[in-house]
């Protein structure tokens, strides 16, 4: 019998409340403060940000419809953390102010590399600078 995985603790469990929002009250997210909510969601096995990783592609704002969507790719298809990555990306981003709609779509194309995709501190991470 396979011994139980045992998950990491959520970043939705991390409180969002205290996120420093340079927007004002009852304005929508900034690009910039998505992403910012987004580096609490970590690759379990690697450690290591969606954001640094690089595997967040776009952010799309609707602000008048009170939507997000996010395109983003996993490490890898057969990913065991895909379902999970994507409900913590899911969460963490709906908990935002004046958020009332989030989509998270898994896409594929380009394939993930993190020579071309992860940031500077993933790279450094992942040992390839």
């Known amino acids: 019998m396979a011994e139980p995985i045992e998950l990491p603790p959520s970043p939705i469990d991390k409180p969002v409340d205290g996120l420093p929002l340079s927007s004002a009250p009852g304005t929508f997210p900034t690009e910039e403060e998505i992403t910012s909510v ?32 996010i395109d983003m790719t996993l490490t890898t298809p057969a990913c065991p953390y895909g379902p999970q990555l994507l409900s913590f990306t899911h969460s963490v981003v709906s908990r935002l102010p004046n958020v009332k709609e989030v989509k998270v779509n898994p896409v594929w194309t380009p394939k993930w590399d993190p020579h071309q995709h992860a940031s500077d501190v993933g790279k450094m991470m992942l040992g390839l600078l």
Do not use: F
């Open 38 to 69: 987004l580096m609490a969601v970590e690759d379990p096995e690697m450690h290591i940000s969606i954001i640094d990783l690089g595997l967040v592609y776009k952010i799309n704002r609707e602000p008048e419809l009170g939507k997000v969507t």
